[in-house]
């Protein structure tokens, strides 16, 4: 079975100013990483993923992560962050073949102005 | 096209009273999966359809717990006698096709459940 670790509760950070959401996990066989995003008063999103060939991804609106397997990590970062960056960010992880996303239990990134 | 909806999107219930939770998925959607998600934890699996068909059921917590999906679209999550610790966000999510996990889960917005 695989877990995902997300040690970092909550983070506070000013605007402008880099930030770097940790996730670490642990499997036996390869896994996709996930980054979901929930802004205030909605539904999980997608952010970005990591599936295969180049090992670090980009989203939109300015996060990157990198997926470093021997070191079993998939840390979001983003070097300037916005007021509207703040929410709650969810790291997951599935194995190959199968169907069920196992998630982290979450990071609050709190952006202040 | 419109998201994963969710329907109520607030519930609360008191202690012994059956609850029936409903997800819409986006339309087209092949696979749905349904979540539970107590508070300060992440989402936990708890069921699986493909079209109308219960792949997996494996992360329902107890007999009381109960899902639906018979015309392969709209499905319900029923929890009998619903009991304190039920209380948590229920997440629903569908995707598109089965491609060996690298298909994308779109989540709706979610039912939050307080039992009383």
């Known amino acids: 079975a695989q877990s995902v670790t997300q040690l970092d509760s909550q983070v506070p950070v000013f605007e402008e100013a880099p930030v770097e959401l940790r996730c670490n996990y642990s499997s036996s066989v390869s896994v996709y990483l996930f980054w979901y995003v929930q802004y205030p008063n909605q539904g999980l999103q997608l952010l970005l993923k990591?599936?295969?060939?180049?090992?670090l991804v980009e989203s939109i609106n300015g996060f990157e992560a990198e997926f470093n397997k021997s070191q079993t990590s998939f840390h979001l970062r983003k070097p300037s962050v916005h007021i509207s960056d703040t929410a709650e960010y969810f790291c997951?992880?599935?194995?190959?073949?199968?169907?069920?996303?196992?998630f982290g239990k979450g990071t609050k990134l709190s952006v202040i102005p | 096209g419109a998201g994963v909806s969710q329907s109520p999107r607030y519930k609360v219930t008191k202690r012994g009273q059956d609850v029936a939770l409903r997800c819409d998925p986006i339309?087209?959607?092949?696979?749905l999966y349904w979540y539970r998600q107590a508070l300060g934890q992440g989402p936990e699996f708890l069921t699986y359809?493909?079209?109308?068909?219960?792949?997996?059921k494996s992360g329902l917590p107890n007999d009381r717990f109960s899902a639906e999906r018979p015309e392969g679209s709209i499905s319900t999550l029923t929890i009998q006698r619903t009991e304190q610790r039920d209380s948590a966000m229920y997440r629903c999510?569908?995707?598109?096709?089965?491609?060996?996990?690298?298909?994308?889960?779109?989540f709706g917005p979610g039912t939050r459940l307080l039992v009383l």
């Open positions: 359809f493909n079209y109308e068909a219960q792949q997996d």
């Open positions: 997951a992880v599935r194995r190959a073949g199968s169907y069920q996303l196992t």
């Open positions: 990591y599936l295969s060939g180049s090992t």
């Open positions: 339309s087209g959607h092949v696979s």
């Open positions: 999510a569908s995707s598109l096709v089965l491609t060996g996990g690298q298909e994308t889960q779109y």
